[in-house]
């Protein structure tokens, strides 16, 4: 295969090329990214030198940039997003250029064509469960958002599937709950808790505490994708969700403490997110039915392995905190 990754510079985006190298020695991948402050080379260490790789630096939002990225390719895996919710909340406009346009930009290059488009988007669509209850969001949940972001993530639902629909455009969606593991932006609740820790800093927990996320560790995200490229049928989509009992906002960080050999005054109870979503769990049956989909990954012990990543890479996280690994990719690619 021939693969045009988006945001593959990100998060869940570098662990997928990491994943698909490693698992498809013959394939080809091309990463664009524009490099945001999410983005960040330095996640694709060891990768930049394979000849089977390439990096363009460009917006998706570009049609001559994602034009230009999607010659030759075959399947599109498209990451790309503007993806924490509370910048949504203070800066909205930039989740609907990238996150609706940039994805109609690309949907329109696939198009041109043909080619098979992977879309991955998130649970966040569905809006929220009531705690307490054992409901689940299935493929058939209504839409509901309550963000900036999660409304734009489900507009370019939406446009994705009408690609199908309307054009016959080979499409698969894949809506995941919580991602945790390496490289993970250190804004986002586990690695900001892991990290603050490490610099003796206090975890701000939103509220009460007691919303209830769904946590997937990232390698079962990337072998989900794998699967839903491989035996997909077109024009579904997919629920991707961890293999986790319900567990609490705080009890995550109390876990993180304990594992960390730290005490309970590390918690910062502030004020509540807007518009916060209490409980998030999926079904994800359809995937195991149609897929074999299994979360292989626990969170009691991947949440080990994850405090011991950002351990031993103190100085990836610190450069990301500080900013300096901007510097890197320009002194590298001087892009
Ligand atoms: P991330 O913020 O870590 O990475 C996003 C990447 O996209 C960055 O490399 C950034 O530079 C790039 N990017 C942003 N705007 C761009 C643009 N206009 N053009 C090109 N590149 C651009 O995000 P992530 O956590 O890795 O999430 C990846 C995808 O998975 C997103 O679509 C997100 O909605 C979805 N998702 C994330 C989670 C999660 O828990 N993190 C869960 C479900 C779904
Ligand atoms: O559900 C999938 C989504 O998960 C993805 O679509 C998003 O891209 C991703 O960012 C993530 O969204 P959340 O808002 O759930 O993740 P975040 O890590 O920001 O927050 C997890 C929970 O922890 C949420 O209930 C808010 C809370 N929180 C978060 C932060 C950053 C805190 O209590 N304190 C914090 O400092």
């Known amino acids: 295969m021939r693969l045009l990754v988006t945001g593959g510079a990100g998060f869940i985006g570098s662990n997928f090329i990491h994943y698909w190298l490693k698992n498809h020695a013959g394939d ?18 060891g990768v930049e030198k394979n000849p089977h790789y390439t990096f363009i630096k460009g917006d998706i939002v570009d049609p001559a940039v994602v034009e230009k990225a999607a010659n030759g390719v075959d399947t599109i895996v498209h990451f790309a997003a503007e993806s924490h919710v509370d910048r949504s909340i203070l800066e909205p406009e930039v989740f609907i250029l990238t996150n609706i346009v940039g994805t109609y930009v690309l949907l329109e290059a696939a198009r041109k064509k043909n080619i098979r488009f992977h879309h991955v988007s998130t649970d966040e669509v569905f809006g929220s469960l009531e705690l307490g209850t054992t409901e689940k969001f299935k493929e058939i949940t209504p839409y509901d958002p309550s963000s900036p972001y999660s409304a734009s993530k489900a507009a370019s639902d939406h446009l994705v599937r009408s690609y199908h629909r309307t054009y016959n455009l080979p499409i698969t969606i894949s809506n995941t709950s ?43 995200h990337c072998r989900a994708i794998e699967l839903i490229l491989l035996k997909g049928v077109i024009g579904k989509t997919y629920l991707i969700g961890g293999s986790t009992e319900e567990i609490s906002n705080v009890e995550v960080v109390k876990k993180i403490i304990t594992l960390m050999g730290k005490d309970e005054s590390m918690i910062e109870f ?66």
């Open 28 to 45: 080809f991948v091309v990463n664009l990214d524009k490099l945001t402050y999410a983005g960040n080379l330095e996640n694709l260490t």
């Open 178 to 220: 919580n991602n945790f593991g390496p490289y993970q932006f250190p804004e986002k609740l586990i690695p900001l808790a892991i990290t603050n820790l490490i610099e003796g800093k206090k975890i701000p927990v939103y509220g009460d505490g007691k919303h209830v996320r769904d946590w997937l560790y990232v390698i079962d």
């Open 270 to 335: 502030t004020k509540e997110r807007p518009g916060h979503d209490r409980r998030y769990s999926l079904d994800w049956s359809l995937a195991a039915k149609e897929l074999g989909y299994k979360p292989e990954h626990s969170f009691e012990e991947y949440i080990k392995k994850t405090i011991e990543w950002y351990q031993r890479h103190e100085d990836w996280w610190r450069r990301v905190k500080s900013g300096e690994y901007q510097e890197y990719y320009r002194e590298q690619y001087g892009v």
